[in-house]
Structure formats: C-alpha cells, structure tokens
Nanobody, 124 residues
Framework: QVELEESGGGWVQPGGSLRLSCATS????????MRWYRQAPGKERELVAT????????TYADSVKGRFTISADSAKSTVYLQMNSLKPENTAVYYC?????????????????WGQGTQVTVSA
C-alpha cells in the first residue's frame, strides 16, 4: 500500500529556513510527479511546488519563487521542500502529494496519494 509521510515542519522566526521531507513507500517513485501543497486556516489548499520526476522539471507558485526549492532523492523515495526566507504568510499545513504518470507522461487518475501534512508556523 502507498504511504506518504511528511516531516520537518515546526515553528521558526521570520527569515528562517525549514526543510520539509516527504518519505514515500509502496510506489514506483520515478513514475510519479511530486507536489507540495499548503493550506492556511480558512483558506483553500494551494499548490506550492511541483517536481516532474521523469522530466526533472520544477514549477513554483509565484509567491515562493526564489525562496523555495523542491527536490528529490530517488534512492530514498523522498521529496523535499527547502524553504528559505520564510514569512508569516507562509504559515500553513504543508501536504505532500504524489501524482502517478503513465508511460506517455499523462496523469494516471488511479495514482493520486496524499500525505497527512506537517505544520509550518512562521512568527516572531
């Protein structure tokens, strides 16, 4: 069975850094596009960053470009989100998401998995 487990969240001062980890199991890591989402209280879940593992391409929300970096260690089946220069508005629960890809690079509707989230709080 597929499991995604986030870790690395916590409470940091503005301007600080955190590195989130998402350890996966039960899936073929190279066949998935990995994403980080976040959700602040009372707000919609927002896509933060995407790593298309097969293509080795990344995309970011405009609000985090230049500060956040998504990466992965395929040998460990783990995706990371390095967050630098954190701001109070970055406070949210951050979720890892795995989107399966077909051989042709299309999304697999059967391969969609979520982690349970890790809290990131940025305040003085």
């Amino acid at each position: 069975q597929v499991e995604l487990e986030e870790s690395g969240g916590g409470w940091v001062q503005p301007g600080g850094s955190l590195r989130l980890s998402c350890a996966t199991s039960g899936l073929t890591f190279s066949s998935y596009s990995m994403r980080w989402y976040r959700q602040a209280p009372g707000k919609e879940r927002e896509l933060v960053a995407t790593l298309a593992s097969a293509a080795e391409s990344t995309t970011y929300a405009d609000s985090v470009k230049g500060r956040f970096t998504i990466s992965a260690d395929s040998a460990k089946s783990t995706v990371y989100l390095q967050m630098n220069s954190l701001k109070p508005e970055n406070t949210a629960v951050y979720y890892c998401y795995a989107q399966g890809l077909t051989y042709g690079g299309d999304y697999d509707p059967q391969g969609r998995y979520w982690g349970q989230g890790t809290q990131v709080t940025v305040s003085a």
